[in-house]
C-alpha cells in the first residue's frame, strides 16, 4: 500500500530525484504502481528497490516503464526474485532506453539466458556505464556471452560478476584483460 501511495505521489511530483526504497516489502503491485509513476514522472533519477519482492511481472512492469521514461538514469533491483523472462525484459529496453547509466540487476536468478539477453542488448545501448550482475548464478556460458559483448560495446565501465560461482577463472580473466587499456609510450 505505501509502494501505491508514493507511486501516486511521484505522477505530479516536480522535484525529487532520488528515491531508496531499500528492503520495504514492496511487491509485485507496489513495482506496477512504481512503473505507472515512471511513465510520467520527469525528475526522478534514481530509484532503489533492492531487497524487496517485486519479481519478474514487477520487472517487465518497470522494463515497459523505461521504454518511454527520459530520465531515470540508475535502477537497482538487487535481490528483487526476478527470473529470467524479467532480465529479459530488462534487457529488451536497455536496446532502445538512452539514459540508463547504471542498472543492478544482481543477487536475482539472471542465470545463463538473462546473461545471453543482456549481452545482446549490451551490443546496441551506448549509454549504460555500469552493470552489476553479482550473485545471479551465471554459468560460464552467460558469461561468454557478455564477455563477446564487450568486444563490441565501447561505453560499458563496469561490469560485476562477483560471486557467479560457475564462472570458470580462466574466463573470468579474459573478461578481466577486455577492460585492461596498456598504458600509451
Known amino acids: 500500500a505505501g509502494a501505491v501511495a508514493l507511486a501516486g505521489a511521484l505522477k505530479v511530483n ?13 511487491d509485485a503491485a507496489g513495482a506496477v504502481a512504481l512503473a505507472d509513476a515512471l511513465k510520467v514522472n520527469t525528475t526522478l533519477k534514481t530509484l532503489d528497490i533492492a531487497g524487496n519482492n517485486i519479481g519478474t511481472v514487477g520487472m517487465k512492469a518497470l522494463a515497459d516503464a ?4 527520459t530520465t531515470l538514469d540508475d535502477l537497482n533491483v538487487f535481490g528483487n526474485f526476478i527470473g529470467t523472462a524479467g532480465i529479459e525484459a530488462l534487457a529488451d529496453v536497455l536496446k532502445v532506453n538512452t539514459t540508463l547509466r547504471s542498472v543492478d540487476a544482481g543477487g536475482n536468478s539472471v542465470r545463463n539466458a538473462g546473461a545471453a539477453a543482456l549481452a545482446d542488448a549490451l551490443q546496441f545501448n551506448t549509454t549504460l556505464r555500469t552493470l552489476d550482475l553479482r550473485d545471479s ?28 560461482e560457475r564462472i570458470s577463472s580462466k574466463l573470468a580473466s579474459d573478461i578481466g584483460a ?8
Open 14 to 26: 516536480t522535484s525529487v530525484e532520488f528515491i531508496n526504497l531499500y528492503s520495504n516489502e514492496i
Open 66 to 69: 523505461l521504454k518511454t521514461n
Open 137 to 164: 548464478e551465471i554459468g560460464t556460458a552467460g558469461a561468454r556471452a557478455l564477455a563477446d559483448a564487450l568486444r563490441v560495446n565501447a561505453t560499458l565501465e563496469h561490469l560485476s560478476l562477483t560471486n557467479n
Open 178 to 185: 577486455m577492460f585492461y587499456v596498456p598504458e600509451l609510450k
